[in-house]
Nanobody, 121 residues
Framework: QVQLVESGGGLVQAGGSLRLSCAAS????????VGWFRQAPGKEREFVAG????????AYADSVKGRFTISRDNAKKTVYLQMNSLKPEDTAVYYC??????????????WGQGTQVTVSS
């Protein structure tokens, strides 16, 4: 089992950057694929980015390709989401999620509590 805690959200102007962190506790973090999802008001939760457990391969939603980068540091049990060139439509609650032995297209078994990202125009 793994527990996930997100941090790094906040208010930023359009064109700015933020880096989200997802810190995990529990054993064997390296076996987990980890993904970022987001949910805007009135919309369904959607996949943003994911990183696999073994090869570290990554996947991105088309809406964030070229602007967001996901990475992981297994020694620190942390996954990051670097978000550049932010747009108002990126405003949402961002959730970290994990799946044991998963691919970069994470199908979550575990969720964090979320962190708010607000991009002003």
């Amino acid at each position: 089992q793994v527990q996930l805690v997100e941090s790094g959200g906040g208010l930023v102007q359009a064109g700015g950057s933020l880096r989200l962190s997802c810190a995990a506790s529990g054993r064997s973090f390296s076996i987990y694929a980890v993904g970022w999802f987001r949910q805007a008001p009135g919309k369904e939760r959607e996949f943003v980015a994911g990183i696999s457990w073994s090869s570290g391969s990554t996947a991105y939603a088309d809406s964030v390709k070229g602007r967001f980068t996901i990475s992981r540091d297994n020694a620190k049990k942390t996954v990051y989401l670097q978000m550049n060139s932010l747009k108002p439509e990126d405003t949402a609650v961002y959730y970290c999620a994990a799946e044991p032995y998963g691919s970069s297209r994470v199908k979550p078994d575990y969720w964090g509590q979320g962190t708010q990202v607000t991009v002003s125009s």
